[in-house]
């Protein structure tokens, strides 16, 4: 009974998501044609001006490396008070989880755009949207790695006489790291992917050169991009690979 139930909420879900969205299958089937005609226009793809390229994408990997290693500095403290063994105020556990929600919930994008409208155009302000997503991201595995550790060597610690704080640097995150470490560069290969946009709303990297393509409607240029952009997240994505499994 309990399974039917769910079985037709989740049904109803679906129904008010197609009432909302409102598939419209002859009205794609009518715009393929003009996609066509758009990607065969986008060769050979369009590389003049590499130099300039190149430029954004070093901008867009520079927004996401140090945009990354900010969130990683504002999530150590947040984790610490998002895990319940080691919380050392444990009256901000759900205040902490709260924040970390809210981090998390507010799209790096978003953060971006505030942070244009606060200090101008450019890569910093991506650094900044990007550290603030990432750090609730980042805090939230941390905490979880922090909180699923063994706890009978935190416990001991404890029961000598060691504070909390003594407990986690001593024992659970030397006995994490390499969780902690997986983790941050899943987040940094993630921000490679999500930093390419970000130009879209003035904060530097390729999204910015993207727009202007497709504002042009230049599918050449958008094509040649986009190749970059797939050559940076593959690069990544092997790198980050690598480095995982010499943690593992």
């Known amino acids: 009974m309990r399974r039917a139930a769910w079985l037709l909420l989740l049904a109803a879900l679906y129904a008010a998501c197609i009432a909302v969205v409102q598939p419209d299958l002859p009205r794609l089937w009518a715009g393929l044609p003009r996609l066509a005609h758009w990607l065969a226009g986008a060769f050979p793809p369009d590389f003049s001006g590499l130099p300039d390229l190149l430029?954004?994408?070093?901008?867009?990997?520079?927004?996401a490396t140090l945009g990354t290693s900010l969130a990683a500095l504002l999530a150590l403290p947040l984790a610490l008070m998002a895990a319940r063994p080691v919380a050392p105020i444990p009256a901000l556990y759900h205040p902490a989880r709260a924040l970390l929600d809210a981090l998390r919930g507010i799209d790096g994008f978003v953060f971006a755009l505030i942070f244009v409208a606060a200090v101008g155009l450019g890569p910093f302000a991506g650094m900044l949207g990007v550290a603030l997503h990432s750090a609730g991201s980042i805090a939230k595995l941390w905490s979880e790695a922090?909180?699923?550790?063994?706890?009978?060597?935190?416990?001991?610690?404890?029961?000598?006489?060691?504070?909390?704080?003594?407990?986690?640097?001593?024992?659970?995150?030397?006995?994490?790291?390499?969780?902690?470490?997986?983790?941050?560069?899943?987040?940094?290969?993630?921000?490679?992917?999500?930093?390419?946009?970000?130009?879209?709303?003035?904060?530097?990297?390729?999204?910015?050169?993207?727009?202007?393509?497709?504002?042009?409607?230049?599918?050449?240029?958008?094509?040649a991009i986009l190749l970059i952009v797939i050559a940076l997240v593959l690069t990544a994505d092997r790198l980050s690979a690598a480095l995982r499994r010499r943690l593992a």
């Open 55 to 63: 430029r954004r994408a070093a901008e867009t990997v520079a927004i």
């Open 146 to 223: 922090l909180e699923t550790a063994d706890p009978a060597p935190v416990e001991a610690a404890l029961s000598a006489g060691g504070t909390r704080a003594q407990a986690a640097a001593v024992i659970l995150l030397p006995e994490t790291l390499p969780q902690t470490l997986s983790a941050l560069l899943y987040v940094w290969e993630f921000n490679i992917r999500a930093s390419t946009v970000l130009g879209l709303v003035g904060a530097g990297g390729l999204g910015q050169e993207l727009k202007n393509a497709v504002d042009l409607l230049d599918f050449a240029r958008v094509l």
